[in-house]
């Protein structure tokens, strides 16, 4: 809803019905039928992405990219490594991509964390070289994210070149595993023994002698 109300706002308002009130009974079905066709969200939701979107215009980076853009929503439709792909580019500028996202939290070491989980510097790679072969140029990839409680936080990010390098390396490696998998369910890691499970290594070590 959020992608939608930034990228795509006559859409947006023109595709949704808000409710007020459960969402049961006759007079709920009754909506629901009236407005066949659109997503029906509650009052609660509705004020929730207007207020996305309000921080995200309010944002003085995170707007001016989201003016600047060309092309909102944008398909693609590639093959890399005989593998065919298909997906939607969020924005595109005539320098630039964005990629808009809703997450818990924007802040920094939280943020890097949701796109090293997340793969999205993968994400990054896929629709760098979907753009290259639509014929786009772009020198720069921005994550804008914005928080989906109050205050609604914001932030704006450049992935490092670098790490969209690694993410093309990962996605090939994916593809090549792809090409050679069998169409049949890969078995459980670790089906006859246990595994030694310890903490993350960037937890602190344990004095021991304290």
């Not at 939701?45 to 092309?71: D, N, P, W, Y």
């Not at 994400?123 to 070289?129: D, G, P, S």
């Not at 390098?165 to 792809?178: C, I, K, T």
Request: glycine share 6%; net charge negative; aromatic share 12%.
């Amino acid at each position: 809803m959020v992608h939608r109300a930034v990228l795509e706002p006559d859409s947006y308002h023109d595709s949704i019905a808000v409710w007020e009130g459960r969402r049961a009974g006759g007079a709920y079905e009754r909506f629901c039928r009236q407005h066949d066709g659109k997503d029906v969200i509650t009052k609660q939701k509705f004020v929730e992405v207007s207020e996305c979107r309000e921080a995200l215009m309010q944002h003085k980076l995170a707007s001016g990219l989201i003016e600047e853009m060309t092309a909102a929503e944008l398909q693609f439709q590639i093959e890399h490594l005989d593998v065919p792909h298909t997906g939607f580019i969020d924005g595109i500028l005539p320098w630039a991509i964005i990629d808009l996202k809703v997450t818990q939290s924007v802040q920094h070491f939280k943020l890097q964390q949701t796109i090293w989980e997340y793969k999205y510097y993968m994400q990054a790679a896929i629709y760098e070289r979907a753009a290259l072969l639509m014929g786009y140029e772009p020198e720069a990839y921005f994550i804008v994210a914005v928080e989906p409680k109050a205050p609604y936080h914001v932030a704006v990010v450049e992935l490092d070149t670098t790490y969209i390098a690694r993410g093309h390396l990962e996605w090939e490696g994916l593809l090549d595993q792809f090409k050679q998998w069998d169409g049949k369910p890969a078995h459980q890691h670790g089906e006859d023994k246990s595994q030694l499970m310890d903490a993350p290594n960037w937890v602190p070590p344990l004095d021991f002698e304290t």
